[in-house]
């Protein structure tokens, strides 16, 4: 079950009952080699590509083959998401609680930072504006959970003419993990893909992006500043504020047919 219907008051020039659709929130707790990482908030949806989503994004993995086992049992009032790996995820590792622009959760964001400042992310895929709208249209065209109870974000996975996965959770971060944990855990190629999302695009949202390798995010909302100096820096293509008949780019780095 997706969402949760209740009886509630709506004021409009007087109260009224009104019966409306609240979105579904469940814990999930990662459990690392038997050490716990984080609690995850979100719709209970994908746990598995959520849970390793996060942990790649958050560097504890970098390989499908270090996973031994990954499990996903359900607790009644939380999921718990155990994964085990062939080698020590926590070998010097400082941990770094962080708490991100949009709620989400990290564990080691400056190391994150560090390392992915000093790579560039390549890629070679050609879009056209006319596309990168079109798509952006089928993203919205698709949030039938957003649109029942206004209480989530939606990201895409995409060719330049194709969306091929689609993920919502009530937190953008959720729904950008579950798809770098798919792409991960099912070895999809990247190189040529882009990302398509709501939500403000934050460094944290562009660094989960750089790690998986996907050198095309673009979203219906802004970018920080933070996220747009690290885009430039590493040559992700960062489009943001996509409209019905325009967007921003922030950065493009030859990907753009026309630019």
Not at 72 to 95: F, N, Q, S
Not at 244 to 257: L, P, T
Request: some cysteine; hydrophobic content about 40%; aromatic content about 6%.
């Amino acid at each position: 079950m997706e969402s949760y219907e209740y009886d509630v008051h709506e004021y409009r020039q007087g109260f009224t009952r009104k019966r409306i659709s609240a979105i579904r929130e469940v814990p999930l707790t990662i459990i690392l080699n038997g050490r716990e990482v984080v609690t995850l908030l979100c719709t209970a949806k994908y746990p598995e590509y959520l849970a390793v989503g996060f942990l790649k994004s958050d560097a504890f993995l970098s390989s499908p083959a270090q996973i031994t086992d990954l499990t996903v049992r359900d607790e009644g009032d939380r999921l718990v998401a155990e994964v085990d790996t062939c080698h020590d995820p926590w070998k010097d590792r400082i941990m770094e609680r962080s708490i991100t622009s949009g709620c989400g959760k990290g564990t080691n964001f400056g190391r994150n930072v560090a390392t992915i400042s000093k790579r560039r992310v390549g890629g070679d895929i050609k879009v056209r504006p006319e596309n990168i709208l079109a798509l952006a249209r089928e993203l919205h065209e698709r949030s039938t959970l957003y649109n029942l109870t206004r209480g989530c974000h939606n990201s895409s996975l995409c060719t330049p003419n194709e969306m091929l996965l689609f993920r919502e959770d009530i937190g953008r971060h959720n729904a950008i993990d579950m798809i770098c944990g798919q792409c991960f855990l099912d070895d999809v190629a990247v190189d040529d893909k882009m990302i398509v999302s709501t939500g403000r695009i934050a460094s944290e949202i562009l660094l989960k992006v750089a790690r998986i390798g996907i050198p095309v995010l673009a979203s219906t909302a802004v970018a920080t500043s933070f996220s747009v100096e690290l885009a430039r820096k590493i040559g992700i293509t960062l489009i943001g504020n996509i409209k019905d008949d325009r967007f921003w780019v922030y950065n493009d780095s030859g990907r753009i047919i026309g630019f």
